[in-house]
C-alpha cells in the first residue's frame, strides 16, 4: 500500500504543478496584448537579457564553431571529403549548436537573474505590495521579461550565428590550411533560408522557455533566502532541460515539414 | 458587540483557508465597521496574514464570503478586481518597498502606475506624504537600502497612504522597532485614520493594540474567539485572551511548535 501512495503522492505533485505552471503561462500571455504595456520596462529587460548577453553568448558561439570545423575536419577527412567543411560547419551552427549555445548560456545567465530578482521580490512580499498598490504583477513584472526574451533572443542567434561561422572560418584557415577565400565562397554557397529560419524560430521558443522558467520559479518560491536559491537552481535546470527536449522536438517538426 | 449598528466595511463570514493539511483559517467570521479601527492579535502562526490575504484576494479561501461595502469580492477578476484594490494601501512587516527605486518613486509608485497620477504632480504629492510621517525631502531621494528599519517603516506608511484609501491594512506595524519609534509609528498610524479611514492592523505588540484599536479581535486556532472594544480587552472573561494579553506560559493556549 505505501508503495502506491507514493506513487500517487508523486503524480498528484507532478498534475499540480503542471497545471500551476499551466495557469501561469496562461495568465501572462493573455497579459500580453492588454494595456497597459510597461515599454519602459520592457527596454529595461531587453538591455539586461539581450545586450548584456552578448559577450558570453560570442565567445561560446566562437569557440564552438572553430571545434566543430577542427572536429568535421577528422571526420571527412577519413573519406577525403575535407571541402564539406565549410557546409557541415554552416548547418551546424545555423539549425543546432547557435540556438541551443545561445539558449543554454542566457539560460544560465537570465532565467537564473530574473528567478534571484523576482524570488526577493516574492519572498520580501514585494510582490504583494504591487498588488495593495493597484498594479498587477504580471503585467508588470513577467510580461516585460517575456517580451524581452522573445525579441532578445533571435537577435542573439543571428549574433552567435555570424560569431560560430567565423569562428569555423579562423580554425579552418588557420588551422586546417583552408585557403580563405574559398571557405567563404563555399559557405555562402550553402546558405539557405530555411537553416536561418529554423534557428531563428528555436530562438524564440527558447527565449520564451527561459523567460518563463525564470518567472514561474521566482513567483514560487518560498521561505527566506534558501528559497531563493533553490528558485534559481531550479530556474537554471528547468530551462535547460526545456530547451534541449524543445530542440529535439522543433528539430523534428522541420525534418517533418522539410523546413 | 457593536457591529449591528454601524454599516460594515468588511466582513468576513466563515472564511476556510488550509495550506495542504495544515489548517489556517477554520471558519473565520469578523467584522470591522465603517471608520473603525480593528486590530486582530493572536499568536504567531496563526493566521492573522493569511486573513489580510485573503480579503485582497492575493490568497484565495476555500470556503466563505468577503464583503467590502457590502459586495462579495472573493470572485472578482480583471478590471473590477483592479479597481476593488483601489480601496486598500498596505504597510508591510518588513515595509516590502521596492529596493530598485528611490524613496520618493516607491511613495507614489501606486499613483502613477494604479491609478494614472501624472509623474510630475505624484512626485509632489509623494514629498507631501513623505513630510506627513516625518521625513525630510532629501530621504525621498534615497534608496531603500540607504535606510534605517524605522525609517522604510515610516516610508511604507507615506505609501500605504499615498493614494488616501478607503482603507488600509497595518501588518505588524511595530514589530522590530525600538518602543519609541512603536510609538512614533502607532501615532503616526492615528493620525492617518482622522478622515474616517477603516483600519485593519494585525500584532502581537499589545501596548500598540490598545493605542491604535477601536476594537481588538483575537484569533486563534483560525476562529475569532473573542470581539471587543479595546475598553473591554482586561475584562473580556475570556482565559485565551486572559494568557495572551499577560503573556503567560501557562494556560489553555499551548504552543505549538511546529508552524
Not at chain 1, 104 to 121: D, H, K, Q, Y
Not at chain 2, 194 to 213: E, M, N, Q, V, Y
Amino acid at each position: 500500500m505505501n508503495f502506491f501512495a507514493h506513487v500517487g503522492r508523486a503524480t498528484l505533485g507532478l498534475l499540480r504543478e503542471v497545471g500551476r505552471l499551466s495557469v501561469f503561462t496562461m495568465d501572462g500571455v493573455t497579459s500580453f496584448v492588454r494595456p497597459p504595456i510597461y515599454w519602459s520596462l520592457m527596454f529595461k529587460q531587453i538591455m539586461r537579457i539581450g545586450y548584456f548577453s552578448l559577450p558570453v553568448v560570442g565567445l561560446t558561439a566562437f569557440f564552438t564553431g572553430a571545434v566543430l570545423a577542427l572536429q568535421i575536419y577528422i571526420g571527412t577527412a577519413r573519406y577525403g571529403a575535407e571541402q564539406f567543411v565549410p557546409t557541415v560547419v554552416l548547418i551546424g551552427i545555423l539549425r543546432e549548436l547557435g540556438p541551443v549555445i545561445a539558449g543554454l548560456m542566457v539560460a544560465g545567465r537570465v532565467a537564473a537573474a530574473i528567478a534571484a530578482e523576482l524570488g526577493t521580490m516574492r519572498v520580501t512580499e514585494q510582490i504583494d505590495a504591487l498588488t495593495t498598490l493597484a498594479t498587477r504583477p504580471t503585467k508588470y513584472l513577467v510580461v516585460p521579461r517575456l517580451m524581452a526574451a522573445l525579441i532578445s533572443m533571435p537577435i542573439l542567434v543571428v549574433i552567435a550565428d555570424s560569431v560560430g561561422i567565423f569562428g569555423g572560418y579562423i580554425a579552418a584557415t588557420k588551422s586546417l590550411g583552408f585557403t580563405g577565400s574559398i571557405y567563404l565562397s563555399t559557405t555562402m554557397q550553402a546558405l539557405t533560408f530555411n537553416d536561418v529560419l529554423s534557428g531563428l524560430i528555436k530562438a524564440v521558443v527558447f527565449g520564451f522557455l527561459i523567460a518563463l522558467m525564470g518567472c514561474y520559479n521566482g513567483f514560487n518560491s518560498r521561505g527566506g533566502a534558501q528559497g531563493v536559491g533553490a528558485a534559481t537552481t531550479n530556474a537554471v535546470v528547468s530551462s535547460s532541460i526545456l530547451i534541449l527536449a524543445a530542440n529535439y522536438i522543433l528539430t523534428n517538426f522541420f525534418n517533418y515539414f522539410g523546413i | 458587540m457593536m457591529s449591528a449598528a454601524a454599516p460594515a466595511k468588511i466582513e468576513l463570514r466563515n472564511v476556510k483557508k488550509r495550506f495542504g493539511p495544515k489548517v489556517v483559517l477554520d471558519g473565520l467570521d469578523l467584522t470591522i465597521p465603517r471608520g473603525q479601527s480593528l486590530v486582530i492579535i493572536g499568536g504567531s502562526g496563526t493566521g492573522k496574514s493569511v486573513t489580510i490575504k485573503c480579503v485582497l484576494g492575493i490568497l484565495h479561501p476555500e470556503a466563505g464570503e468577503i464583503f467590502v461595502d457590502g459586495e462579495e469580492v472573493t470572485g472578482l477578476r480583471g478590471r473590477a478586481r483592479d479597481a476593488f484594490l483601489r480601496k486598500f494601501g498596505m504597510l508591510f512587516q518588513g515595509a516590502a518597498l521596492f529596493d530598485s527605486m528611490k524613496v520618493w518613486e516607491n511613495v507614489a509608485f501606486g499613483l502613477i502606475q494604479g491609478r494614472g497620477v501624472a509623474k510630475r504632480q505624484a512626485r509632489e504629492i509623494a514629498f507631501d506624504k513623505l513630510a506627513q510621517v516625518g521625513l525630510t525631502a532629501d530621504v525621498g531621494e534615497l534608496y531603500p537600502s540607504e535606510l534605517s528599519g524605522g525609517m522604510q517603516k515610516r516610508v511604507g506608511l507615506a505609501r500605504a497612504i499615498a493614494a488616501d484609501p478607503e482603507i488600509i491594512f497595518f501588518d505588524e506595524p511595530t514589530t522590530g522597532l525600538d518602543p519609541i519609534m512603536s510609538d512614533v509609528i502607532n501615532d503616526l498610524i492615528i493620525a492617518t485614520r482622522a478622515a474616517g479611514t477603516t483600519a485593519l492592523s494585525i500584532t502581537h505588540d499589545l501596548t500598540s493594540a490598545r493605542k491604535i484599536a477601536d476594537q481588538i479581535a483575537m484569533l486563534y486556532k483560525g476562529k475569532i474567539i473573542w470581539q471587543g472594544p479595546t475598553s473591554q480587552i482586561d475584562h473580556s472573561g475570556n482565559p485565551y485572551v486572559d494568557q495572551f494579553i499577560h503573556g503567560r506560559a501557562e494556560g489553555p493556549i499551548k504552543m505549538e511548535v511546529k508552524a
